[in-house]
């Protein structure tokens, strides 16, 4: 069983709409928890980090939030666009440093205009 | 800056053959790591290196072996591919201190 679960697992929404992804997790003890947006064919990139006492980070149209006592983080995106069409990674960095990461497997996120 | 290369982008491997995965970056990055994505599954670590000359293993080591003779380059090697080891194998790296982790674009390796 996935440490870092991941939800829904695909989702299409038309453009213009907000959209929220799920992101619950055990791993523990946390050190940090951070959203990747990963296009088809590239490398992940990063685009929110936060540690176990930040509740939210935005980043452009991008918002994420974190409830370190539920182990549970969502990443909310306002008025989609058709580039935000990718796969939105969740991963947890263990205290320790960056070798002790899980990552989630992933939503496929499709904007349609 | 080009940030994190890696080459080559595709390759067709028959069983039993090796080859070497080179990653590089212009960002002088102390740390560097090399992952394998599969499909239903999320990023696995395969090795990581904290600085030249230095090299750990991750999550899934067996049948890799790696190299940083050189602090822009982390080298991935197969010395013996399998079937299972068909995979996208990404490398990233990260500053001293620094929070940001970059990803380089992949390599596609098929083993047949």
């Known amino acids: 069983k996935n440490q870092v679960e991941q939800s829904p697992q695909s989702l299409i929404i038309l453009e213009g709409k907000n959209c929220t992804l799920q992101?619950?997790?055990?791993?523990?003890?946390?050190?940090?928890l951070r959203w990747y947006k990963q296009d088809t064919g590239r490398g992940p990139v990063s685009l929110t980090i936060?540690?176990?006492?930040?509740n939210t980070k935005s980043n452009g149209r991008y918002t994420a939030t974190l409830d370190a006592d539920t182990k549970q983080s969502s990443l909310h995106i306002t008025a989609s666009q058709l580039s935000d069409s990718a796969s939105y990674i969740c991963v947890v960095i263990l205290s320790g440093g960056y070798q002790k990461v899980t990552f989630g497997i992933g939503t496929k996120l499709q904007v349609i205009p | 800056n080009a940030g994190v290369t890696q080459t080559p982008k595709f390759r067709v491997l028959k069983t039993g053959q090796s080859m070497t995965l080179l990653c590089a970056q212009d960002m002088n990055h102390e740390y560097m790591y090399w992952y394998r994505q599969d499909p239903g599954m999320g990023l696995r670590l395969i090795h990581y290196s904290v600085g030249e000359g230095t090299t750990a293993k991750g999550e899934v080591p067996d049948g890799y072996n790696v190299s940083r003779l050189k602090k822009q380059n982390f080298l991935l090697g197969l010395e013996s591919a399998a079937p299972s080891q068909t995979s996208v194998y990404f490398c990233?790296?990260?500053?001293?201190?620094?929070?940001?982790?970059?990803f380089g674009p992949g390599t596609r390796l098929t083993v047949l």
């Open positions: 936060m540690t176990f006492s930040e």
């Open positions: 992101c619950n997790y055990t791993v523990s003890p946390f050190s940090n």
């Open positions: 990233a790296s990260k500053g001293d201190g620094g929070a940001w982790q970059f």
